[in-house]
C-alpha cells in the first residue's frame, strides 16, 4: 500500500511540476483534487515559486563597499598571530638545523614547545635559529612571545590536569638537554 500511495504522489507531483497555468491556480485545483498530499503539493509550489525567481547576481557598488568595510573591520577585530615558523619543518631539516646550529634536537623542540624564555636567548643564537628557519629574528620573536599552549597529546594518562607550561631560561635548558660546559659557554656568547 505504502508503495502505490508514493508512486501515485509522485505522479501528482511530476504533473504539478509540469503545468503552465497560473500558480495559484494551479495549486487550488490540485488541492482540491488531491487533498492527502496537501503538504507535498505546498512544499513543491515553494520551490518552483523561488526556482522562477530572478537571481540578482551583481552587487551593487554601495553593497561591495559595505561588505568590504565590514571585512576589515571583521579583520581588524582578530587577533593576530605570528606565523609558526616550526610548521612546515620537516624531521630531515629539524636535524640539518639541529647540527648546523651545533644543540641536540632537544633545544629545538624545547623552542618548537615555546618553553624557552626569548629574554634569556643570546641575540647571536636567535639570529642563526632564525635564519636557519627561515624568518626574521623579530617574527620569530612575535612568535616566542605568547605563552606556550597546552599539549593535549603530552596530558594523555597523566596523573593531574595539564597545566600551562613553565617557560625555562635557555641556559636551564641546554643543561637539561646534557649540553656540555665548553657548548653551553660557546651557545650562551653573544658572538656570530
Not at 635548558?173 to 656568547?189: P, Q, T
Request: glycine content about 2%.
Amino acid at each position: 500500500m505504502t508503495d502505490e500511495r508514493t508512486t501515485q504522489l509522485e505522479d501528482v507531483l511530476d504533473a504539478f511540476a509540469v503545468e503552465e497555468t497560473d500558480a495559484k491556480a494551479t495549486l487550488d485545483r490540485y488541492l482540491t483534487a488531491y487533498p492527502q498530499f496537501a503538504g507535498d503539493l505546498i512544499d513543491l509550489s515553494r520551490e518552483l515559486l523561488r526556482a522562477d525567481q530572478p537571481v540578482d547576481t551583481e552587487l551593487s557598488p554601495a553593497d561591495v563597499a559595505k561588505i568590504d568595510a565590514a571585512w576589515i573591520k571583521h579583520a581588524a577585530a582578530l587577533p593576530h598571530h605570528a606565523t609558526d615558523p616550526f610548521a612546515a619543518l620537516s624531521p630531515t631539516r629539524s636535524r640539518e638545523i639541529a647540527l648546523e646550529l651545533a644543540v641536540p634536537r632537544q633545544i629545538l623542540t624545547s623552542f618548537r614547545e615555546r618553553r624557552i624564555q626569548p629574554a634569556t636567548v643570546p641575540e647571536a643564537f636567535l639570529r642563526r635559529l632564525a635564519a636557519a628557519l627561515a624568518v626574521s629574528v623579530d617574527d620569530f620573536l612575535a612568535w616566542m612571545i605568547p605563552p606556550p599552549a597546552n599539549s593535549l597529546a603530552r596530558s594523555y594518562r597523566a596523573d593531574g590536569q595539564p597545566g600551562a607550561a613553565t617557560q625555562l631560561a635557555f641556559e636551564r635548558v641546554l643543561i637539561d638537554a646534557g649540553v656540555s660546559e665548553s657548548d653551553r659557554a660557546r651557545l650562551l656568547a653573544d658572538e656570530n
